[in-house]
């Protein structure tokens, strides 16, 4: 079981940014993720890394270029660096990991293990 505790969430007019951050168990072949959801969506994909290599990094086409996902494993933290906040990356969002390696499709389905999320408001 990975423990898996979010922070760093909060209310962003648009434009700005904000970094979330993960606390992770220590791990090895795990892809970890974000992913966020709004009320009636499904969970969407938004940044996954992987433990072992972190060169396979895979991002949701929404945030491509505008988020930055990132690891310290000292610290056995994950990152997701938000720049040039939209109103509709409004949601909860949601730290996920899993044994193996990432794909790029980013698929919640394929995440056994959550956090408890962190809300991200973007207002215009």
């Known amino acids: 079981q990975v423990q898996l505790v979010e922070s760093g969430g909060g209310s962003v007019q648009a434009g700005g940014s904000l970094r979330l951050s993960c606390v992770t168990s220590k791990v090895r072949n795990h892809c970890l993720g974000w992913f966020r959801q709004v009320p009636g969506k499904e969970r969407e994909g938004v940044a996954t890394?992987?433990?072992?290599?972190?060169?396979?990094?895979y991002y949701g086409d929404s945030v491509k270029g505008r988020f930055t996902i990132s690891r310290d494993s000292e610290k056995n933290t994950v990152y997701l660096q938000m720049n040039s906040l939209k109103p509709e990356d409004t949601g909860m969002y949601y730290c996920a990991a899993e044994l193996g390696y990432c794909y790029s499709f980013l698929r919640s389905g394929d995440f056994t293990q959550w956090g408890q999320g962190t809300q991200v408001t973007v207002s215009s």
């Open positions: 890394i992987y433990t072992d290599n972190e060169r396979y990094k």
